[in-house]
């Protein structure tokens, strides 16, 4: 098993960062994708930005050159450091987590076992 819970979330103006923070336990040496999603009222939730154990990024379109995802093995703990917030990043962000090998790195939240509990970004224009 592995538990998931995620940080630094909070309220910001247009043009504003944040950096969020996902705290990984348990069995933690088996996982191969990390990752971020989010989930807006009234929408479906969607991949942000995945990690892979060998430090291959993949980023939606909506957040490339803005998000960067980082991960530090030592501490068990993944990053996503959020710049230029726009009103349209509001959501509920969720860490999530597999050890099963996915080469192409997924966005899709059925590719992954392991979630957290969400972290509330909320950006005011």
């Known amino acids: 098993q592995v538990q998931l819970v995620e940080s630094g979330g909070g309220s910001v103006q247009s043009g504003g960062s944040l950096r969020l923070s996902c705290a990984a336990s348990?069995?933690?040496?088996?996982?191969?994708?990390m990752g971020w999603f989010r989930q807006a009222p009234g929408k479906e939730r969607e991949g942000v930005a995945v990690?892979?154990?060998?430090?291959?990024?993949r980023y939606a379109d909506s957040v490339k050159g803005r998000f960067t995802i980082s991960q530090d093995n030592a501490q068990n703990t993944l990053y996503l450091e959020m710049n230029s917030l726009v009103p349209e990043d509001t959501a509920m962000y969720f860490c999530?987590?597999?050890?099963?090998?996915?080469?192409?790195?997924?966005?899709?939240?059925?590719?992954?076992?392991?979630w957290g509990q969400g972290t509330q970004v909320t950006v005011s224009s």
């Open positions: 990690i892979d154990s060998d430090g291959r990024t």
């Open positions: 348990g069995y933690t040496y088996s996982l191969y994708c």
């Open positions: 999530a987590a597999d050890y099963r090998v996915k080469w192409w790195l997924p966005l899709h939240e059925g590719d992954y076992n392991y």
